[in-house]
């Protein structure tokens, strides 16, 4: 069954819940959301007006799920929703939304307009209209396993250079581990540090875990993409992965959609509740210190701040570990004017990092970043998500901040920091230890 | 219809068919848009669902972000008006002698100068919010007829309440009538319009925070 | 017998010297709430005034009205004044009985024909007109038979001028106001319940001293006397502005004087001259003495809602309309919800599982 | 100390209205109106007359304007179809009056800014009756001295 407007409005009448019905009868067409939305302070166009996004799943909710709308429609005054009209909002649904979720933050009547997006994009995808971009990452996320392609292989290539690199050994496939740890493509292809960071914090801190061959892809883009079968087939994976395995915990990596899909909506686009705990890097790692089991050694010398990746942040909820950690190894921490909770988006989340159309407005909208980091004297810009941290570096690139300003990973600054106890006079270590 | 006449009928079955229209109308909102459903999720819960949408419900209240020019005029004109209107409806003396015939008790009332300035405030908050609402490319991009109506049918009040408290030319009984008839009008649209925010709002917020607090989400 | 001399020649064939004259033209044009300086002008039309024919009708009323003006401050004054017009028919005041009485109507009807003037105090019955008669004649009969020659008529009272208490709900009579029935003639309406003494007189002074009917507001009232609301002329005005109000009859706020609004006085709405004429010799007022005002020169002053009640008050009983409009709203909205429901409960069972095949292909 | 009636007994409190009252604020408007009044009677020998009657007052408020006007060297009556009371106030040319009707109730209540009130001043009318009266008194006498004479 190939996809139709007709099947698109299907999906949008059943997505559409309490919530939705009542963030849309609410609304007073204030505008403030427009001023959350990096997409439109940084280009003023106000059809960048988050609420507006979602005109077409209004109407469908007005004639479908109103007194009035359903009468209007019966008696044939209503407007259909169109071809056109998805061929419209496409781009504004999908290249100038990140699901960032501040305009969620700000909205006066309480709209969780992310909350409304998400649901958005099931009926624009079913309707089939979704970027060609993202299709295609969701293709080879389905097909091969990764929406930049990455297979097996490729991990193998990596585990094999980190442990020459540390001496240990990167477990896979051990069955009985405690954690199961994902990845993303990124972190595979090009932010490969992570996995001797991970090694060496884990081993140090004598936290059993283990990869996974079947599942070691942690992000999603059937979420992004806005389809909930298709995500849950990639969700599927990673489920039947952690059983086989009997993990108790499986760990997000710096990624921040990634754990929105898993943690989040994983259970609910699976049907049930797992039978172990989702539990993020940074979770993990705050633990660990909060334990002792994480010790660092000296200081960044340069000044750094932090960009709060809004998945795992905003909408994650995970907002002091990563400052308790950053702390741990960098004397001069400093805030931008807005962080935490309402820190801006690097511009290229929920898919829009995989969507080429997007390309321009995604730079424009990399302003507001520039605008933070300015005059603050940063040379160091740590970041929790692989995806942020590459919008970050072509952002700085972009704006010849490059030279200035280092994008880097907080686990991997945390690694680089990492006390080292003597192994040989402990005897033992959970982590295998390379003979 | 004479002016007696239309007095009487604004206080009596004017005032009956406008709270009759008001409460089956809303309640049958509030109830049309609950009974859709939603899932429960069933992600291990970080958090409490209910008292973090009640707290929401209040929080909202404030505003978290750093705006833009455009977004504090809204914002700045828009507190004026909901505080000055709430305070004119609610503390004028005889708005209370009004909620007393309905709801059989009353509260203290402020001092009409006072109220004169809550409204006077209020009508400045309404115009420069019409006015920004025509000039602000977002806004006027988002309104359709409703906004303009429900502007309409909530300066209406006001406008002739202030004049009937500060003596002007026009009868006091047909002004009197027309305020009434005013404040009427504005209850029958509200189960038919935006302004059924005056309820719904309090439900979004509570489902707003509500699906942040299950992730432990700040809202 | 016709009296054809002017009101100057009256008042001087008794003597009144022109000091007397002068004075009595102050007190009349301060009594028509003329400003002073149309003293001379009062005078001069007063002396040229012809004594005109009054017939006066009672229907259905209470005397109230009669009471009224007999019992008003200046008899003296009013006594020149009735001396100034001829009283012809009265069945109250008149001495003449039965046939007679209605003979002299009659009589002064042939003899002054176009050029009478018709008081009228109560209202007229239309439901059935066996409710009220005179000497056999009904109500409604006897005003259109006396009102045809009439050169204007003052309906006395607010049972004349709005149909007054007889007209109040349910009434039985069907009882209407004088202007229901006469459409031809100018009629003044002099309401109130009663009237105030001095606003009748004051009425029939200008019709004697101009000889035409005085300016009316739209509910046919002379504006001299009913241009203001009570409220606008009311010495406890300054407490309604400061937001001051008695909330019973005995508090603290009744003993300083306050403002009577949520005791139910109706002073904002009512338009009439208590404020300013007060009552019994200017003693006093209904507000002065404590009590808010009826209303009753208002139309309808006895179905308005009550006379205790506020005016920003609601008058119907709501709370159970409130319990029905909830339930209404409830199952109206309990039926559409459940339909709502099972809409997105079929949408969501026909939901097609999307596949990478459907995606690839769009 | 009981009575028959027993009245007595029962505890009465008097409320004064001394105070209670409120001044409606015609005092201050009314002087000011009476002073702008005088200046033009100074100036182009224009007359005032003010309507008390016509301004409603709070109770005792007329008492209090009037002890506010004083009282001058010019007090006369007037016995014309009742009592008529002229008075100068404090101020010259701000007269006072008062007419009464035989029953000796008020009818009419004045301020008149004015060097005299015209009803002080003998009416003309009034003086062509008198000198006919002179005249017919004249005619008569002489007539009866005449006849006394003849």
């Known amino acids: 069954m190939s996809t139709s407007l007709e099947r698109g409005i299907r999906t949008w009448v059943a997505q559409i819940d309490a919530p939705i019905a009542s963030f849309f009868t609410s609304c007073v067409h204030c505008g403030i959301c427009a001023d959350a939305c990096l997409f439109f302070t940084e280009t003023g166009d106000p059809k960048y007006t988050p609420i507006h996004k979602l005109e077409p799943m209004r109407r469908v909710w007005q004639q479908e799920y109103t007194f009035w709308g359903r009468l209007a429609k019966r008696l044939g005054f209503s407007k259909p929703v169109t071809e056109d009209e998805l061929k419209e909002w496409e781009p504004l649904v999908y290249d100038s939304c990140t699901l960032c979720g501040r305009c969620s933050m700000v909205c006066p009547v309480g709209n969780d307009i992310t909350y409304m997006i998400r649901k958005m994009r099931e009926g624009m995808v079913a309707a089939g ?11 080879r996320s389905i097909r091969i396993g990764s929406p930049m392609g990455v297979r097996l292989p490729a991990l193998q290539a990596q585990i094999k250079a980190a442990e020459a690199e540390t001496g240990l050994t990167v477990p896979l496939d051990q069955e009985g581990a405690d954690y199961l740890m994902l990845l993303s493509s990124a972190e595979i292809m090009q932010f490969s540090e992570i996995i001797s960071a991970v090694t060496r914090i884990f081993d140090e801190a004598k936290v059993s875990w283990t990869l996974a061959s079947k599942a070691f892809e942690a992000t999603n883009s059937g979420m992004q993409i806005g389809s909930s079968d298709l995500a849950a087939q990639l969700v599927q994976r990673i489920v039947d992965a952690a059983e086989a395995l009997k993990v108790k915990y499986v760990i997000s990596p710096e990624c921040g959609h990634a754990y929105t899909a898993l943690r989040w909506e994983g259970p609910n686009l699976v049907g049930r509740a797992y039978p172990f705990k989702v539990i993020h890097i940074l979770e993990l790692l705050d633990e660990l210190r909060a334990e002792g089991r994480l010790k660092t050694d000296g200081f960044e010398d340069q000044r750094v701040t932090f960009h709060d990746p809004c998945q795992i942040v905003r909408r994650g909820g995970i907002v002091e570990p990563p400052r308790n950690l950053l702390n741990m190894v960098a004397k001069d921490f400093v805030e931008m004017e807005e962080h935490g909770i309402m820190n801006w988006c690097c511009g290229g989340g929920g898919g829009v990092s995989a969507n080429e159309r997007a390309d321009p407005i995604r730079r424009k909208a990399f302003d507001r970043k520039k605008h933070q980091l300015e005059g603050m004297g940063v040379a160091k810009l740590v970041t929790a998500c692989s995806n942020c941290r590459n919008m970050l570096e072509e952002g700085l690139e972009d704006n010849h901040l490059d030279e200035d300003i280092e994008v880097v990973g907080l686990a991997e600054m945390l690694a680089e920091h990492l006390a080292v106890s003597n192994r040989a006079d402990t005897g033992e270590s959970t982590s295998t230890a390379k003979e | ?21 008001f409460i089956v109308g809303m309640v049958y909102r509030v109830l049309e848009n609950y009974l859709i459903g939603r899932k429960q999720s069933l992600a291990e819960p970080r958090g409490s669902e209910w008292t973090h949408g009640v707290g929401t419900m209040w929080r909202r209240s404030f505003t978290r972000a750093k705006l833009t020019t455009r977004g504090y005029v809204t914002l700045v004109a828009g507190y004026i008006f909901h505080i000055a209107f709430l305070v004119t409806l609610f503390f004028l003396a005889q708005h209370v002698e009004m ?13 009409p100068l006072l109220i004169t300035i809550t409204a006077v405030l209020g009508i400045a908050a309404l115009l420069a919010l019409l006015a920004h ?38 009868p006091y009984k047909t002004l009197l009538a027309t305020h009434i008839l005013s404040f009427e009008l504005l209850l029958i649209a509200i189960p038919f319009t935006k302004l059924s925010h005056i309820i719904t709002t309090f439900i979004s917020r509570w489902y707003n925070g509500a699906i942040a607090g299950v992730k432990g989400v700040q809202s | 017998m016709k009296d054809t001399r002017t009101v100057g020649e009256i008042l001087s064939s008794q003597g009144i010297s022109r000091r007397g004259f002068l004075k009595f033209c102050a007190a009349t044009a301060s009594m028509m709430a003329m400003p002073p300086s149309m003293v001379p002008a009062v005078a ?22 009669t009471e009224s003006l007999t019992r008003s401050h200046s008899p003296t004054l009013e006594g020149l004044l009735f001396d100034s017009i001829s009283l012809d028919y009265h069945h109250t005041l008149q001495v003449a009985a039965g046939s007679a009485a209605e003979e002299a109507r009659e009589h002064a009807m042939q003899e002054n024909d176009g050029s009478y003037l018709v008081v009228v105090d109560g209202s007229i019955p239309l439901g059935n007109p066996g409710y009220s008669t005179i000497a056999g004649i009904s109500n409604v009969d006897m005003l259109k038979e006396t009102a045809a020659g009439a050169a204007a008529i003052v309906a006395v009272g607010t049972c004349a001028a709005f149909g007054g208490i007889p007209h109040a709900n349910p009434n039985p009579t069907g009882a209407v106001a004088v202007s229901d029935i006469i459409k031809d003639k100018p009629i003044i309406n002099v309401s109130g319940c009663p009237p105030i003494p001095i606003v009748i007189t004051g009425v029939l002074a200008h019709y004697l001293t101009f000889g035409k009917v005085p300016e009316l507001d739209d509910l046919g009232r002379p504006t001299a006397f009913f241009g203001q609301t009570i409220h ?47 009552w019994n010799s200017g003693t006093s007022f209904p507000i002065q003495s404590g009590h808010g005002c009826f209303g009753c020169s208002e139309p309808d002053f006895w179905d308005s809602g009550g006379f205790y009640r506020p005016l920003s008050a609601t008058t119907a009983d709501v709370g159970t309309l409130a319990g029905v409009a909830a339930l209404a709203g409830a199952a109206a909205g309990a039926a559409i919800g459940r339909m709502n429901r099972s809409h997105r409960a079929r949408a969501q069972a026909r939901h097609e599982k999307l596949t990478i095949d459907d995606i690839e292909e769009s | 100390m009981s009575t028959p009636d027993g009245l007595h007994d029962i505890a009465i409190e008097t409320h004064s209205d001394a105070g209670a009252y409120p001044a409606t604020g015609n005092d201050l408007p009314i002087l000011h109106e009476i002073r702008h009044a005088l200046q033009r009677l100074a100036q182009s020998g224009e007359k005032t007359v003010i309507d008390l009657q016509a301004i409603p007052m709070a109770p005792g408020e007329e008492e209090r304007i009037l002890q506010l006007l004083g009282r001058g060297e010019v007090s006369a009556t007037i016995d014309a179809l009742g009592p008529s009371e002229v008075r100068e106030t404090a101020f010259a040319g701000v007269w006072t009056v008062y007419h009464r009707n035989t029953n000796n109730e008020v009818v009419g209540k004045f301020i008149e800014i004015t060097h005299c009130p015209d009803l002080l001043h003998s009416q003309p009318e009034d003086i062509a009756t008198g000198m006919a009266q002179i005249r017919e008194t004249l005619a008569e006498l002489e007539s009866k001295q005449s006849g006394d004479q003849a």
């Not at chain 2, 909620?99 to 001092?111: E, T, V």
């Not at chain 3, 001069?44 to 009205?65: D, H, K, M, Y």
């Open chain 1, 129 to 139: 209209y979704a970027p060609e971009g993202l299709k295609a990452a969701t293709s």
């Open chain 2, 1 to 21: 219809m004479t002016e007696t006449e239309f007095l009487n009928w604004v206080r009596g079955p004017g005032m009956q068919i406008a709270l009759a229209v």
């Open chain 2, 133 to 170: 609402r025509l000039t602000d490319p977002v806004k006027r991009m988002l309104s359709d007829y409703q906004d303009y109506l429900t502007w309409f049918l909530t300066f209406f009040p006001l406008i002739t309440g202030f004049l009937l408290i500060n003596r002007v030319g026009i």
């Open chain 3, 232 to 278: 606008d002329r009311c010495y406890r005005r300054p407490f309604y502005d400061k937001g001051l109000f008695a909330e019973t009859f005995d508090d603290e706020g009744a003993q300083q004087g306050w403002c009577l609004y949520k005791l139910g006085c109706k002073g904002p709405v009512t338009y009439n001259a208590c404020a300013v004429s007060k």
């Open chain 3, 44 to 65: 001069q039309a007063l002396s040229n005034a012809r004594r005109p024919s009054v017939i006066w009708l009672s229907f259905q009323e209470c005397t109230g009205c």
């Open chain 2, 99 to 111: 909620f007393r015939s309905l709801l059989g008790f009353g509260w203290p009332a402020l001092p």
